[in-house]
């Protein structure tokens, strides 16, 4: 069904009042959903049905636990990790606007960042290279394994164009963990090379699954990748490990470049553009109608919503978001 | 075959004189080779037959172009890509022991980096984590095209570990370009899904497609990798264009960050070693005996040559390196 932009933003804002956020905290979680809603992503509202996303009862200030002029570890006291990660990404703006290069890390939340390509969009809209990481808690086997121990470990890029930005954000798992908990929902099965349950054999059933393992996309390329983005997620940035072993602890992590480092800026820009003419302009396969970059799929989708004012949403989802607002 | 280390790395040295290289440019060349051949990577000694990779007849003096505290981009003058990539690590150590972080991009070659693994591992081996690109020619087609347009596009990432450390190297193409040339040479046909013929046809004749264009590794989420990859080692480091489009220039881009910027770096490489553990004590698939991390099998294939002295090589390769020595 569709509903309308305005419709779905107060509804969403309504739920995260009711979810336990003060006005600004909710805004930065509106801004950050809709990213994600208004591109086709699942990584937008459907967080807040369900168990959702309710503010931590003990949400402490942000603190600074090491700092240098291009660094900074962040402990997130608890925070929304989305409201982490927009402090965060403006702290490592800042010291890249300064030097041309600013790290942040983060630790001590454990809520979602949500669709890491906002941060990454966000970060190449003002004129610079994001490179932005979220880690999460046991979803993932290893290659060779069926045993959950790495995040869903997404990474995403952004890069600056002059125009539209390319920003490509993808789950280093072979399928998004919420894409396991919308297939529960609507009662669809999942692939059968994306998960195994818990004895360590592929599933179709996106609940055996969930009490399984996640596999990691393309082979052991994949799997390398979401190791070494576990490492700069938690290891790197001190999360906090239960006496089990187990993670109690979602650590971030993002970094800036500044072009102007190697380039002028402009120039670069320009060349961007160049090369996205040409990829678009190379020869399709049968069957293609248009070469899309990075991040353009999503764009479409946003720019039609813009234009109707209309966004299409289950309607068991809207229902439920309704629900969860009053 | 098995042939001694010692008669290897003679005999490859000898090529290198031949191919023009003065003694210290052919000792960083040997490195940088064997580092793949003793590891069972297919960037090895296979460069060095056929065309070979002789030294650019005009080579100058490598330059910097434009430098800051911490970055630089270097004109190769024509050099070999693996003596300009060991300057530009080199340097890229040098500003992130002084800054905590440094950056380095190159253009002006047109020759392979080999296996950029190796410079991964360099990184990490002194403590830091390092981040390695290295563009090429028109050889892989992006998602839903048959026209190749970007490079091979490798990443490399090293991560310390207070032991060996992690060290991940892929391209982000389906198969890498010498892996077609090694099917050619062999004889043997590559896979159905790696590679289109000259008029989009998927094909499994490594001729055919070398003559058409290699396909991302996974999906479109290898291909978006492709070409943000491609911006960093060509539109981000001023990489120049014949005047009909085409590549005519090879860049690159390292950059390192030292973990001390977010954390104390010994205990940083303990909790990557306890993790290391985690993975490697995981639950196990069916038929899997031991779980590997990334880097891990090369260094068991390079382990077993320091043994026993002898490395495997295909008969063939060898023959024609012992002629391309004599």
């Known amino acids: 069904m569709k509903v309308s932009l305005q419709d779905l933003k107060q509804t969403t804002l309504a739920v995260l009042a009711r979810s336990g956020y003060p006005l600004d905290e909710a805004q930065t979680i509106l801004d950050v959903l809709m990213y994600a809603q208004l591109r086709g992503n699942n990584q937008g509202v459907v967080k807040l049905i369900g168990a959702g996303m309710p503010r931590h009862k003990e949400v402490q200030p942000i603190k600074t636990v090491k700092e240098t002029k291009l660094s900074a570890l962040l402990d997130g006291g608890r925070n929304s990790g989305m409201v982490l990660m927009k402090y965060a990404v403006g702290l490592a703006l800042d010291k890249a ?3 041309g290069f600013g790290i942040v890390g983060t ?3 454990k809520s979602s960042t949500g669709a890491i390509g906002y941060y990454a969009n966000h970060i190449a809209q003002e004129g610079f290279i994001g490179f932005v990481f979220s880690g999460s ?5 290893m290659h060779g394994a069926y045993q959950p121990l790495f995040g869903t470990n997404p990474m995403a890029i952004g890069v600056p164009t002059g125009g539209i930005p390319i920003v490509f954000d993808m789950a280093t798992s072979a399928v998004a963990l919420f894409g396991l908990v919308e297939a529960k929902t609507a009662g669809r099965s999942i692939p059968p090379d994306v998960a195994y349950d818990a004895n360590g054999q592929p599933t179709t059933d996106p ?5 399984g393992a996640i596999r990691t996309f393309g082979g052991y390329k994949g799997a390398a990748l979401s190791m070494i983005f576990e490492i700069l997620t938690h290891e790197l940035v001190e999360t906090r490990h239960l006496i089990d072993g187990h993670k109690d602890d979602w650590g971030n992590l993002v970094f800036v470049i500044d072009p102007e480092l190697l380039t002028d800026s402009d120039s670069f820009k320009e060349r961007v553009a160049a090369l996205i003419e040409r990829v678009k302009a190379s020869k399709k396969l049968p069957g293609v109608e248009e070469i899309l970059i990075p991040g353009e799929r999503g764009n479409r989708i ?5 234009r109707t004012d209309l966004v299409e949403i289950e309607e068991n989802l809207w229902t439920q978001l309704q629900k969860a607002a009053s």
């Open 97 to 99: 606007r300064e030097h």
């Open 107 to 109: 630790h001590n939340t």
């Open 302 to 306: 946003l720019d039609d919503i813009i």
């Open 207 to 211: 609940s055996a699954a969930l009490a």
């Open 137 to 141: 808690g046991e979803y993932v086997a």
